[in-house]
């Protein structure tokens, strides 16, 4: 067995996000600054036309967080004031975005996979449903057959939050890419992150695109004149240039994480009291990234208690709380589901910093955990 010696891993690593490459990035730094190529330069052009090829589609826009575009998203394909959609758990931000596009978010039960259940989707919509947006979480794609099922019999429009899956795929067309639009974050702990905020909206429809344009940008169209109301949520280009870089080489920061995936899985799947999710091989129809490696376990809190003192970073979604449980906010949907499913879920480490020697340290405590309270 591996040895389980003192050491300390955070959940993640935020200075090896720069140290692992700071001479390249320090490269970026000067010649961004030395050009003065602050907002909407070359650099966010480059960055938004090889995102949206490796999406494999015609539009990519860089806005200033995944929040902003979902925000931006919804209003540009004409969600308002009354209007439902239907969401499942996910964080604050997605059904903030709902509501001040002047929509209403609808939060439904999720299915095993943790992603939004079709099922629930089918019996939450009424007159008033315009849309369905589903979270796309932890690096893997929901069915979205089913969904676009249910929105074609409904006549409603699907926009994604894609924000946890660049480069996830169902039956091989990648994430952001199912619905009117989708939006994709660039946090610094996202599989694809730079050094702050950034985001952006991927579609395939040109008048989605136009308005988005707009909106980014103070009502700006594609000729450069105000023809609308509009925000301002752009790219900063010196990020831009940051994730064009990193873009290069993702597809192997991809492999890695389900490298180390895979490894938790055969480390973690003889241990009765944990679940957890499906390994990088065992379904043809989902291709997952990994953005988070997220089981349920017994004694949930006991286990991540018992890491913390051997130095193991862990985290519980969104602080612990699916987002209809946020009551504050007006929401009085019970989903138990759901709910149990936030009573043992728990996110274990996984990001570029992590070893394979690190995954079986932390598969060896989870393994004494649940040893000793046998």
């Not at 909206?201 to 105000?226: F, K, M, P, W």
Request: charged share 25%.
């Amino acid at each position: 067995m591996i040895s389980s010696q003192a050491r300390s891993i955070p959940f993640f690593d935020y200075p090896h996000l720069f140290l692992s490459e700071q001479q390249e990035l320090t490269a970026i730094f000067r010649d961004v600054g030395m050009r003065g190529a602050f907002i909407l330069q070359e650099d966010l052009v480059r960055f938004e036309r090889n995102l949206a090829a490796y999406l494999g589609v015609k539009y990519a826009l860089g806005v200033g967080n995944a929040s902003d575009g979902l925000l931006l998203a919804l209003r540009a394909a004409g969600i308002g004031q009354g209007d439902e959609v239907i969401c499942s758990h996910t964080m604050v931000a997605t059904a903030a975005a709902i509501h001040f596009a002047g929509g209403t978010p609808v939060p439904v039960e999720c299915g095993d996979d943790h992603l939004i259940d079709p099922e629930a989707v089918e019996k939450a919509v009424t007159p008033r449903t315009r849309a369905i947006l589903p979270t796309q979480l932890n690096g893997r794609t929901a069915d979205m057959e089913a969904l676009e099922v249910i929105a074609k019999g409904h006549n409603l429009v699907i926009i994604e939050d894609a924000a946890q899956t660049l480069g996830s795929r169902f039956q091989g067309r990648a994430a952001g890419s199912f619905g009117v639009a989708g939006a994709i974050s660039f946090f610094p702990a996202k599989t694809l992150g730079c050094l702050g905020d950034g985001g952006a909206v991927v579609t395939d429809d040109d008048d989605i695109y136009e308005r988005v344009l707009q909106l980014r940008d103070h009502g700006r169209g594609s000729d450069g004149e105000i023809v609308s109301w509009g925000l301002n949520s752009r790219l900063d280009n010196l990020q831009a240039a940051i994730l064009d870089f990193r873009l290069a080489s993702y597809d192997l920061a991809v492999e890695r994480r389900r490298t180390l995936a895979g490894l938790y899985r055969n480390r973690l799947q003889s241990i009765r009291q944990v679940e957890l999710p499906p390994g990088p091989a065992d379904d043809s129809d989902h291709f997952d990234v990994f953005q988070n490696y997220e089981i349920e376990a017994e004694r949930r809190d006991e286990l991540r208690a018992f890491l913390k003192t051997h130095q193991i970073g862990t985290a519980l979604p969104w602080g612990g709380k699916a987002v209809h449980q946020w009551r504050r906010l007006g929401f009085e949907t019970r989903l138990p589901f759901t709910e149990r499913v936030f009573e043992r879920v728990l996110l274990l480490p996984l990001n570029l910093s992590l070893t394979q020697d690190d995954v079986h340290h932390i598969c060896n405590l989870i393994e004494n955990f649940y040893r000793r309270s046998c």
